[in-house]
């Protein structure tokens, strides 16, 4: 596998202070790497933390404290991101969760297409930017004759891939997408999820995925970072992270995928998580890798309860 890193989150924190008392540890010390080529799925409740990662990626905020290295760049040196600002624009997209408030309503979907475009000044001659919204009209699976229509015409799936074909006419490498399906009914993120397998494949798209459960972000990620508070409690490859969980908080997840059997889904058992059933006042919680490219954010103690591996030993 190609392992030349496309993004390096190194330590990040981004508190938001809200006044002389409180502070917002949004995201609280939280490191991962995504290759080149890869799907990144970073999972966790709401208001754990994910799109500020996110955000924080793309500089929409000024980081508290860590480094972001994009492409071997450090782009938090305040500097050095004004330096490659026009390269970050085009190199790096981001897709939100709601199409409709993101897609204006007074404008076609060619124009909609078009305008990261004309705003990057990234090409002039109209028959190339027409072949262009074609070609990327056609890559995300809608008909071409929906160029001159307006987004009120279209269904929430259809307006997230008008979402995504915006995204990507600049031929961006790296694209953040966060949470792209939450809105839509279950079969539209099959196919949504599908259309991320299918760029990956034939665009060699790197990709931050974000989501709030595991059900479609299992089947589309080749790792995943699991995000409780600020942190990342959990990190494996997809099939690591399903086969053997170790966490409380991803088998919680876990638990809460619906299973398509009715017979099966009532045996299921949901496992609760509560952050309270940590005490690390005596033991504090350290990053593990537990094995290759398996890292989990536990106490020494809690380890040896929660490995399965562990206890049969
Ligand atoms: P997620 O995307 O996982 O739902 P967020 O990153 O949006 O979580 O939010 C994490 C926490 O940070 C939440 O408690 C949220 O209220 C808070 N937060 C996010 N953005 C801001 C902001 N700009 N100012 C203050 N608090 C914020
Ligand atoms: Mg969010």
Redesign the pocket.
């Known amino acids: 596998m190609d392992k030349e890193k496309m993004l390096e989150v190194k330590n990040l924190k981004q508190y ?1 202070k ?1 006044d002389k008392k409180n502070i ?1 540890k ?1 995201v609280d010390d939280v490191s991962f790497e995504i290759y080149k080529g890869e799907i990144f799925g970073l999972v ?10 996110g955000r924080s990626i793309i500089k929409v905020y000024e980081p508290t404290d860590g480094d972001i290295i994009y492409k071997g760049i450090n782009i938090s040196h305040k500097k050095t991101y004004k330096k490659e600002k026009s390269f970050i624009n085009k190199s790096m997209q981001i897709i939100f969760q709601d199409s409709t408030s993101s897609l204006n309503p007074r404008m076609t979907i060619g124009d909609i297409i078009e305008e990261p475009l004309n705003i990057q000044g990234l090409c002039d001659n109209k028959e190339e930017k027409t072949k262009k919204i074609y070609e990327m009209l056609k890559l995300v699976g809608l008909d071409e004759s929906y160029i001159n229509r307006y987004p009120s015409e279209f269904s929430g799936g259809q307006r997230q891939r008008i979402g995504i074909a915006r995204a990507l006419i600049v031929d961006p490498e790296f694209i953040i997408a966060d949470e792209p399906i939450a809105s839509l009914d279950v079969s539209i993120q099959a196919q949504i999820v599908n259309l991320f397998k299918k760029l990956k494949k034939e665009r060699k798209l790197t990709c931050l995925f ?1 989501a ?1 459960d595991l059900s479609m972000v299992k089947h589309i990620s080749d790792r995943i970072g699991v ?1 409780h508070s ?1 942190k990342i409690v959990e990190l494996a490859t997809s099939s690591e992270l399903y086969n053997n969980p170790i966490h409380p908080y991803t088998k919680s997840l876990l638990s809460a995928i619906p299973t398509p059997d009715p017979k099966k889904s009532k045996l299921k058992k949901i496992i609760r998580y509560s952050s309270n059933m940590h005490d690390y006042s005596k033991d504090k919680p350290e990053w593990i890798e537990i094995s290759k490219g398996h890292y989990v954010y536990l106490s020494q103690k809690e380890l040896e309860i929660y490995d399965n591996k562990l206890n049969i030993v």
């Open positions: 938001f809200l917002i949004a966790g409740e709401s208001g754990s933390g994910k799109s500020t990662t974000i709030h995000m600020g």
